[in-house]
């Protein structure tokens, strides 16, 4: 994206020192990147980043402003509503296709958004490694706004932790060490010390939950909850857990976040946003007539995750065959720029925008990234099987310190 940028890096790039970062990369703990990790990172010019910051502060108006519990509540499905205090969302992640315009532009176009953590630990890790071991990067970061290493893990315990101790802290996921982003994990741990835990792991005692500390051997009283559990994930798998508590009780615990923000700050809320950078969206149940171009369309079901039921290639049967619309939205379809030179075929990019949000604070603020590089149809490991130069990166800003 930063022409002279990509030039010199490609010229110095070698195998060799590619898979010397990944041997590095790898050696804190060794088999957890179950992922593919690209090439390169993405050089961003100072104008692109701000414009997807312009972005997602339009869509901080609309999460900050009045009546937003009150319209969001119906994106939550009624079997997944969780009880208790729901208190900031916390951790607000944006995705951002790098896209073409009309124009012949390049510019960031809104393709997910989600009320919930992705790799916030892993992503300060990473692009450590990647400036090791390709020296042109050093003058370069992957942080946002004011945040540097120091104060952004200051910000993230004070947020995970919010003063209790350690001990009484807890990152919740399925089966947390068969993950594939169990590498994120075991990152925040090494940050933090909080101890990755299974949901069959978990101790009932009338409202509250307890779990056995794995090096203490003791139980212990849980009364923070770094959620990573995916309601998808659950129902796909609670036939095979065995015995796990109901998520959706009220339980004695602050959520960080609530489960109830997956929802409420997801698919669902694109229909409400107006910005040159999203691109136009509706929901199925209000189309009144079926676009004649629906090749300009992309259909996503409102309730998945990871790309699940999207149909990129829509037939009017598609949307005819859809037995609920008010749960699927109609979204233009942008289009994406193949923009980072490489060896082969050039790739397409991804960029997520993660956004921390500080306790007492008005609003989140824009911290850190990771980027995604792919050269299929969409974004994904399942649509970049044996390709090179693809898979998870960093966005890389020039560093104004």
């Known amino acids: 994206m930063?022409?002279?940028?990509?030039?010199?890096?490609?010229?110095?790039?070698?195998?060799?020192?590619?898979?010397?970062?990944?041997a590095d990369l790898n050696s804190k703990h060794p088999g957890a990147i179950e992922f593919r990790v690209a090439e390169t990172p993405v050089f961003v010019p100072d104008l692109f980043k701000e414009q997807m910051i312009s972005a997602c502060e339009s869509i901080v108006d609309i999460i900050t402003s009045p009546g937003f519990m009150e319209e969001s509540v119906k994106a939550i499905p009624p079997g997944d509503f969780v009880s208790g205090k729901e208190n900031y969302p916390y951790f607000i992640a944006f995705d951002f296709g790098v896209c073409i315009n009309e124009k012949n532009e390049l510019e960031p176009q809104l393709i997910e958004m989600q009320g919930f953590p992705t790799l916030y630990g892993f992503q300060v890790y990473y692009p450590e490694v990647v400036q090791k071991h390709f020296k042109m990067t050093k003058n370069f970061t992957q942080y946002l706004g004011d945040y540097d290493r120091p104060t952004y893990?200051?910000?993230?315990?004070?947020?995970?932790?919010?003063?209790?101790?350690?001990?009484?802290?807890?990152l919740l996921e399925i089966k947390p060490h068969e993950q594939k982003t169990r590498i994120d994990f075991y990152c925040t741990q090494d940050y933090f010390g909080i101890?990755?835990?299974?949901?069959?792991?978990?101790?009932?005692?009338?409202?509250?939950?307890?779990?056995?500390?794995?090096?203490?051997?003791?139980?212990?009283?849980?009364?923070?909850?770094?959620?990573?559990?995916?309601?998808?994930?659950?129902h796909a798998q609670k036939d095979s857990l065995g015995n796990h508590i109901d998520m959706r009780a009220e339980w004695d615990v602050e959520w960080i976040p609530h489960p109830n923000w997956f929802y409420r700050i997801s698919k669902y809320t694109l229909p409400f946003i107006k910005h040159p950078y999203v691109p136009e969206t509706v929901f199925l149940n209000e189309v009144k007539k079926i676009p004649e171009d629906l090749e300009n369309y992309v259909l996503k079901p409102l309730f998945s995750f990871?790309?699940?039921?999207?149909?990129?290639?829509?037939?009017?049967?598609?949307?005819?065959?859809?037995?609920?619309?008010s749960s699927w939205i109609l979204q233009k379809k942008v289009k994406y720029a193949a923009v980072i030179q490489t060896p082969e075929d050039p790739a397409k990019v991804e960029i997520r925008i993660m956004y921390i949000w500080p306790e007492g604070a008005v609003r989140p603020k824009a911290a850190i990234?990771?980027?995604?590089?792919?050269?299929?149809?969409?974004?994904?490991?399942?649509?970049?099987?044996?390709?090179?130069?693809?898979?998870g990166s960093v966005a890389l800003f020039k560093d104004a310190r």
């Open 2 to 22: 930063v022409p002279h940028l990509r030039k010199i890096f490609n010229e110095s790039f070698t195998e060799e020192n590619y898979l010397a970062f990944l």
């Open 153 to 170: 893990l200051k910000e993230l315990k004070k947020i995970l932790l919010g003063g209790e101790k350690v001990e009484n802290t807890i």
């Open 195 to 234: 101890q990755p835990v299974c949901i069959t792991e978990l101790i009932a005692e009338g409202k509250q939950l307890f779990y056995i500390h794995p090096e203490k051997k003791e139980k212990i009283r849980i009364k923070r909850i770094y959620n990573r559990i995916i309601f998808d994930d659950l």
């Open 306 to 325: 990871a790309g699940q039921g999207v149909v990129i290639d829509i037939k009017p049967e598609d949307i005819q065959s859809v037995k609920d619309p």
């Open 369 to 391: 990234n990771l980027a995604r590089l792919s050269k299929g149809k969409m974004i994904g490991v399942r649509y970049n099987q044996d390709k090179t130069w693809v898979g």
